[in-house]
């Protein structure tokens, strides 16, 4: 899980049995996210990783890569359409990588990648990407909150 902020979707995939590797940049939001684990239980079944994805993602032995990159804040849902470029990550090698970087690195590196993006993503943007796709709707109390796109080499 890369981009795991204060843990949400590790402490999911943890419930439902998995081992997550959760890394993020921002050591606060990741001391975060181990306290929530440890709430609901899965702490032992997530190794949690201060680290830069982009020097990382080379180093991971994992089959699956989840992305969870920040959408921007709230400000997102403004947006008329949302583009891969929108998709924002901090890093300390490279000045400010957006969702191309982010997913064109994943792809190189592992086997399936999993990408959570908004409601209003530009979808057709991913055709430039020569990877079978698949496109989840993510539903939350009988509502679409957002969308998983499932990357398979």
Known sequence: MLFAGVGGTS????????????????????A????????????NNIDFICA????????????????????????????NVFHIENLVAQSTILD???????????LRYFSEVVLRVPL??????LNSYNHQSRVYDDVLDERVICRTVVFSS
């Open 11 to 30: 402490i999911a995939y943890a419930r439902a049995g998995k081992q997550v590797i959760a890394t993020d940049i921002n050591a606060k939001r990741l």
């Open 32 to 43: 975060m996210a181990e306290h929530n684990a440890q709430i609901y239980g899965v702490s």
């Open 52 to 79: 830069d994805f982009f020097k990382m993602a080379s180093h991971v032995e994992a089959h699956t890569v989840v992305l969870d990159p920040p959408w921007g804040g709230p400000a997102y849902k403004s947006k």
């Open 96 to 106: 400010n990588p957006d969702g191309h970087a982010i997913l064109n690195l994943a």
């Open 120 to 125: 209003n993503f530009d979808l057709s943007e």
